[in-house]
């Protein structure tokens, strides 16, 4: 490709509201340009990289059995109220009516569908398993699309799904799938690691997701430094170890004005946060027989643990939560700041309580009315509770639930993730089959994704320099950028340049060819800031030696090729380049 011909655009500067690296290069460097917020459109370099990613996923799909097809966007309602889902999920989907008032919405995923389609054309176990998967558009309505392509609101995702006669049949066939995953991130220079995660709106028996760790992450994973035991931290457990056991105490009221946070508190009665008690107030929307309504959720964690949502949000099967108002606490006859269970109008609140806080007598809790605490409260003498349950974060420090190691907190980004479905989708879209004696039972689904565009971005966040990026080569827009130096008037050097730009190409070489009247200092700007994995640059005086400047780009270490045998010299760089990445594909997948 023509440099002069290709519709390329780069930018010295990074628009202001590009924070991340990843995005400000994409951005930068003529990858992409954003319509709105959360929605962009791929110019031609960058759609060369979405190209490759997409055939690197097409290979491993192909390696288990996968077939590919394609599913619309625009689905129709009634398949997501088979589902529960049309009322599960919250504002992320998006709904809308056709032309005809009938109501429709654009796929975030494609579950139910699958299972329609499956349900209209699989009726026998002869029949399974099956895998198909797709490359396709998804639309997921986020309130905060960031990071360009790491949230946003329209994506490319491969999304796989697989079909069995029962659980065993699916147990056997997920570990294909989970090192075909491994597969996909090590070609595209991505050394992942795979952790237990939350079902969220998929539901299902187990879900792993795939996280490249950066500190730009917005997931949060838990590891242990004795085992491997890693979560994402909205599941990850912790061992919990009771304070010792004491005569519970009867409770007392103390005057504590200006401690409505819990440091304060336990600074005022010299007492460890460890010996509080925390109120959370949030309402939580329910799904119930196809309706919503609120409810107002009374949380009691121990002071010295932080409330986690996630956890909440599914031990109480809410569709999502929201904080609670100053007004709506007080109805129920609590008080910001100030709060506890005791005496709450228990008709208006459902009272979850942190399974520590059980175990832990004695506590300091409020006494519901502004600058006054109780000493001494007990769960189940002071308070009852409608569900006991562990709500609470893992942290830096807790101990391991399988070794009781330390564990620690890492930031990570989310780029694949894997689901054991179960039977949800089968039973209520009617996916059913017939064994070898004519039974009839649901199949058992599983689904696997990975988006397209928040690979991309990862590559790019691991892959760069001050100049700009760094591709790795199995998903460079082009493997070589071969620059003319010269000015107009030299056309020895121009003449070289376009033979080299013959040769490589009948070599089967992708080349993106400079061929601008631009400045060698331009032209080498947006060689490094593009990021191919070899540049080959060629002047007025290395050609008077025989001699064309090879630059690789990742080490930016320089060598110099006879001008004459180019393509010969230029084989063991290449060479090179793909053998780090075939070293990480060759790493073992882990357990």
Request: aromatic fraction near 8%; charge should be negative; include cysteine.
């Amino acid at each position: 490709m023509r440099m002069s011909k290709l519709f390329f655009h780069s930018l010295r500067e990074a628009p202001a509201e590009a924070e991340l690296v990843s995005h400000q290069l994409m951005l930068r460097a003529g990858l992409i340009r954003q319509v709105t917020s959360g929605i962009f459109e791929y110019l031609p370099l960058g759609m060369r990289v979405k190209h490759k990613i997409e055939r690197l996923l097409r290979e491993e799909m192909d390696r288990v059995d996968g077939q590919e097809m394609v599913m619309p966007v625009a689905l129709p309602a009634e398949l997501w109220r088979k589902s529960g889902r049309w009322y599960a999920v919250g504002d992320d989907l998006m709904r809308m009516k056709d032309r005809t008032g009938r109501d429709m919405c654009l796929a975030m995923t494609h579950e139910e569908v699958m299972a329609d389609l499956v349900a209209r054309s699989v009726n026998s176990y002869r029949h399974l398993p099956i895998v198909m998967y797709q490359i396709q558009t998804k639309f997921r309505d986020e309130p905060r699309p960031r990071g360009g392509m790491l949230r946003v609101r329209e994506f490319t995702m491969k999304d796989a799904y697989s079909f069995h006669v029962d659980q065993a049949d699916l147990d056997d066939y997920y570990p294909r799938m989970y090192e075909a995953y491994f597969r996909v991130f090590r070609r595209a220079g991505l050394d992942v690691v795979a952790i237990e995660s939350d079902m969220g709106i998929m539901g299902g028996t187990m879900a792993h997701e795939f996280m490249a760790m950066s500190d730009i992450g917005e997931d949060t994973i838990v590891q242990c430094r004795g085992c491997t035991y890693r979560a994402n931290r909205q599941v990850a457990s912790f061992r919990k170890d009771p304070p010792p056991a004491a005569e519970p105490l009867p409770m007392e009221e103390v005057h504590t004005p200006g401690t409505d946070t819990i440091a304060a508190l336990a600074d005022m009665l010299d007492t460890d946060t460890a010996q509080t008690a925390k109120a959370l107030f949030l309402v939580a929307l329910l799904s119930e027989q196809d309706q919503n309504r609120e409810q107002f959720v009374f949380c009691v964690v121990r002071g010295d643990m932080e409330l986690n949502e996630t956890k909440l949000t599914n031990a109480i099967n809410a569709v999502h939560l929201r904080p609670a108002t100053e007004a709506e606490i007080r109805v129920v006859g609590a008080e910001p700041g100030f709060g506890s269970p005791v005496g709450v109008d228990r008709g208006q609140v459902m009272v979850v309580v942190d399974d520590l806080v059980c175990e832990s007598p004695n506590l300091v809790a409020g006494a519901n009315r502004p600058d006054w605490h109780y000493r001494n409260v007990n769960c189940g003498r002071d308070y009852g509770a409608d569900l006991v349950t562990d709500i609470v974060n893992a942290d830096n420090g807790h101990a391991c639930p399988v070794c009781g190691g330390e564990l620690y907190l890492q930031r990570g980004v989310e780029v694949g993730n894997t689901f054991k479905l179960g039977t949800k989708y089968s039973e209520s879209l009617g996916a059913y089959y017939q064994d070898e004696k004519g039974d009839s039972h649901p199949i058992v689904m599983a689904s696997y994704g990975i988006g397209v565009g928040r690979l991309i971005a990862c590559i790019i966040e691991n892959f760069n320099d001050e100049d700009g990026i760094q591709w790795p080569l199995s998903v460079a827009p082009y493997q070589v950028h071969l620059v003319c130096l010269a000015p107009a008037g030299q056309t020895e050097v121009w003449d070289k340049a376009e033979a080299l730009y013959g040769e490589l190409s009948e070599a089967g070489l992708e080349v993106l060819y400079d061929d601008r009247q631009e400045r060698a200092g331009v032209k080498f700007n947006d060689a490094d800031l593009v990021g191919i994995p070899l540049q080959i640059a060629v002047g007025r005086r290395g050609l008077a030696q025989g001699k064309v400047e090879l630059k690789l780009r990742r080490s930016s270490e320089r060598h110099m090729l006879d001008a004459d045998n180019v393509c010969g010299e230029l084989n063991p760089h290449l060479q090179a380049e793909q053998a780090w990445l075939d070293d990480l594909l060759a790493l073992p997948v882990p357990d």
